[in-house]
């Protein structure tokens, strides 16, 4: 694997690519340092709001030519908001580099932000949320955050909520363009058959006059924890429940995704195979580690008959610490073995290598090398794996639930 090739303009703004010479396509990917954590609480929901509003019109193209211009030559442009970051993707062919970056310039440096684009575009979002309210399995991740992280930017919703929505106006897009839009915050990452030297040159001419200021610092998230329930009258019950993690600068985070890994990701983790291939009380279980630059978390999603809701929770809660007490050797391997093949199947994408760098470039300021993390993966121990576990299990659980109400951990 060659090594990225990185450049950085006079004013901060970073570009980094790699090369993939035996493709005929490419992949750019913005990363940009803001996303719903950023936001106070009267515009909860501005940052995602944004990338929707962008590919309303754009310089001097309107929605319509701006989706022709990249459909012409039979590709694609994307974009999604996290908590802390927010990414706008091209897809396309080699030779469509120029109007790639073009295009991706354009949203995020002369989107237009009519205010009657606004007013529509708002009724999407909003029917976005009703959509997202009306599924027990996507709402619950918001129920979830908000009682990990009360109170906080870092709890509240990315969608933001129908206050918070129909606050926001067309000056507050320009005010958060100037705050979060600097060239420092930003990252233009490609991978594919690229010329490395002609995507500085086309970031120069679009990114280069970009006027340089420090990176705004969000809120800190401060983990809390505790219960919520939304009761409906549904035939499944629908939990997610955890503790608070680490950040992925932490050198905890490879042992606790090498738990998460054997604990309940995949059908031969002990979750699964407890829970639903032997006793069957569940359709859905599994664990997951999250991570952001301050905190992270270690969780478990449960989809069960209302019947079963308690059992099956208290059932998950007793392997998560059978887990961490007698991780065995064997678990370890396969764990380690999976990790490794997720790391390493990623890197045959253009767009999950784009998408890697410029995390990684955004949070780390430099690539890491593939090698370097599977090495990093396989050097984790037995004790390290036992003990991250048992420290992150005795935290305060963070316990959200659609459907019926729960008893709290013992």
Not at 30 to 52: Q, S
Not at 164 to 174: C, E, P, R
Not at 323 to 328: H, L, R
Request: with cysteine; proline share 3%; hydrophobic share 45%.
């Amino acid at each position: 694997m060659s090594r990225p090739q990185i450049h950085r303009l006079a004013n901060g703004f970073t570009i980094a690519a790699e090369p993939m010479g035996w493709v005929d396509t490419l992949a750019i990917s913005l990363h940009v340092d803001c996303g719903a954590r950023h936001e106070d609480a009267r515009t909860n929901g501005l940052a995602h709001l944004f990338e929707h509003m962008v590919f309303k019109g754009a310089g001097g193209r309107n929605a319509r030519q701006i989706s022709e211009a990249v459909e012409n030559v039979g590709g694609y442009l994307n974009a999604f908001t996290s908590r802390d970051q927010t990414v706008f993707q091209a897809r396309l062919l080699s030779e469509n580099l120029d109007l790639g970056v073009e295009l991706i310039a354009d949203l995020v440096r002369k989107p237009h932000f009519d205010r009657e684009d606004l007013a529509r575009e708002k009724d999407v979002v909003l029917q976005e949320l009703g959509e997202a309210r009306d599924l027990p399995d996507d709402i619950i991740n918001d129920h979830f955050h908000s009682t990990a992280w009360p109170g906080q930017a870092f709890g509240r919703p990315v969608l933001g909520d129908e206050a918070s929505i129909a606050a926001i106006t067309v000056d507050d897009f320009h005010s958060w363009t100037r705050l979060h839009y600097r060239p420092e915050s930003v990252v233009l990452a490609a991978a594919g058959r690229i010329d490395f030297d002609r995507l500085v040159s086309l970031a120069e001419a679009r990114f280069g006059d970009m006027k340089p200021a420090p990176r705004p610092v969000p809120e800190a998230a401060v983990y809390e924890g505790g219960r919520f329930v939304e009761r409906r009258r549904l035939e499944s019950a629908h939990i997610l429940f955890g503790y608070e993690g680490v950040s992925y600068y932490h050198d905890d985070y490879y042992p606790l995704m090498l738990f998460s890994q054997a604990a309940g990701e995949g059908s031969s983790s002990r979750l699964f195979q407890a829970v639903r291939e032997e006793r069957g009380l569940a359709y859905s279980v599994s664990s997951a580690v999250a991570a952001w630059r301050d905190t992270g978390m270690l969780s478990v999603y449960l989809a069960t008959a209302r019947r079963e809701a308690q059992h099956a929770t208290d059932l998950c809660r007793e392997l998560l610490h059978q887990t961490a007490a007698n991780f065995g050797a064997e678990e370890l391997a396969r764990a380690k073995a999976q990790i490794r093949a997720t790391i390493l199947m990623a890197l045959e994408s253009v767009q999950g290598r784009a998408d890697r760098l410029g995390f990684q470039m955004l949070a780390h300021g430099k690539s890491l090398d593939p090698a370097e993390i599977v090495a990093r993966v396989e050097a984790c121990t037995l004790d390290q794996v036992r003990a991250v576990a048992t420290r992150v299990l005795a935290g305060r659980e963070t316990l959200a639930t659609v459907g019926p109400a729960l008893k709290a951990a013992a």
